[in-house]
């Protein structure tokens, strides 16, 4: 009898290639998301340098210029902040679309995966079957030598 093959190998290995794309970009979100955390973080701890610097400043004396100077470096810094948690709302939502595309195409390949057992396990009971016959016509075809020979 010939070699196992899983008929539909060639699908079920597709589907594992598209599913390692989709697990790479979820990564690459992820990572994304991780970068935007920490530079919220960095201006986190920028903007608590300015007002330490701004409060430090008034205590000694300072101008409407400085002052308006502080106001707009505080203004940008807010700025880029909110410019940063609206891509990280959106990053939110594609991880989680991401995670679902995922989910799905893992339960596709695990279902090939199954299918294959099945198959394989059919594909050994034939083979026993056939293993089976043979040893029972090999009986057969002594017992019939036997008796001729007696």
Known sequence: ?????????????????????????????????????????????YEAEINEEMRNKIREGLSVGE???YEFRKNNIRDEK?????RLEFLAASIELQQKRIEKLKQETSS????????????????????????????????IREKINS
């Open 1 to 45: 009898m010939k070699k196992f093959e899983f008929s539909l190998g060639r699908i079920r290995d597709y589907k594992n290639s598209i599913l390692d794309k989709e697990k790479s970009v979820l990564a690459s979100l992820r990572m994304e998301q991780a970068s935007i955390e920490k530079r919220i973080a960095e201006l986190d701890n």
């Open 67 to 69: 002052i308006k100077m």
């Open 82 to 86: 909110i410019a940063l948690n609206h």
């Open 112 to 143: 090939y995966d199954k299918l294959e057992e099945k198959q394989r396990e059919e594909y050994n009971a034939e083979i026993l079957k056939e293993q089976e016959q043979v040893i029972s016509e090999f009986i057969s075809q002594k017992l």
